[in-house]
């Protein structure tokens, strides 16, 4: 067993455990937490991918953005005075049944697809060519992927003070 | 002990989609339906990822992981915003108390 086996089995096991916790814990704030311990699993995962880019971008935009939101969308959609801030749950044992059965079929597929892979050789640092295909190939994707998050921030701004 | 290969960030990534659908359905609060769909959006980057690494298709994998980080941050921003709304007009997030529009 490697060290890469001994790293990927590490931030697997960060991933999958905590983002258990997330969907199984009653605390929305705690939930919120081990959502964080997942992200960093995952940007883990990545950087053993070869992708040390989206890692780093996974890390600012979804740790240091996305997390912060949802964190204000917990505060500020309960009282604070309430210290406790739970979540109810629903049809747990037919919810549980059903992805079961549907992770079920997922992993089969998986098992008994012969996929052809090929282990492609991917350097040490991915930001050149990852800038140079953003501008040159993708573009106009990257253009209108500005715009969409320019209307996006407007819309929430305004949706969200009147 | 096999190697590590495409079948195990696979495996990582099924495990992911099924927790987020787990939490989408059972959660009652809607900041917790949120956070499942970044569970799934998750799952969904590390295939991309993983396929651009074992699969013969270059850089473009990443690109598209890259693009499904931006949509999720404005999805994340549109949507809490909505919460927010539905805060101020019901006093509660519950998904299943939220049924005006059933009658």
């Known amino acids: 067993m490697t060290i890469y086996d001994l790293i990927f089995y590490l931030f697997a096991a960060i991933t999958v455990i905590s983002a258990f916790f997330v969907v199984t814990t009653r605390n929305i704030v705690y939930s919120a937490y081990y959502l964080l311990f997942t992200f960093f699993g995952v940007a883990g995962i990545y950087v053993l991918l070869g992708a040390d880019f989206i890692a780093v971008v996974q890390l600012v935009v979804y740790v240091g953005g996305i997390l912060i939101l949802l964190l204000f969308g917990v505060m500020l959609t309960n009282r604070i005075t309430n210290v406790q801030i739970k979540t109810g749950t629903i049809k747990i044992a037919p919810a549980a049944i059903g992805v079961a059965l549907f992770a079920g079929i997922l992993g089969a597929a998986l098992l008994k697809t012969n996929w052809k892979t090929i282990n492609s050789e991917i350097p040490i640092s991915t930001t050149h060519t990852l800038g140079l295909l953003l501008i040159q190939q993708y573009a106009v994707v990257f253009e209108l992927l500005g715009i969409l998050l320019l209307i996006a921030l407007i819309g929430a701004a305004s949706m969200a003070r009147k | ?103």
Not at chain 2, 37 to 42: D, G, K, Q, S, V
Not at chain 2, 53 to 60: C, D, S, T
């Open chain 2, 1 to 103: 002990m096999t190697q590590i290969g495409l079948n195990h960030f696979l495996f990582v990534s099924t495990v992911l989609f099924c927790l987020g659908i787990f939490g989408i359905i059972t959660r009652k609060n809607a900041v917790m339906v949120l956070m499942g769909i970044e569970l799934i959006l998750n799952s969904a980057n590390i295939n991309f990822i993983a396929f651009a690494k074992y699969g013969n298709f270059g850089y473009q994998g990443q690109i598209m992981a890259l693009f499904v980080i931006i949509l999720a941050a404005a999805e994340a921003a549109i949507a809490l915003a909505i919460v927010l709304n539905i805060y101020k007009t019901f006093s509660t997030v519950n998904v299943d108390e939220i049924d005006t529009m059933k009658d």
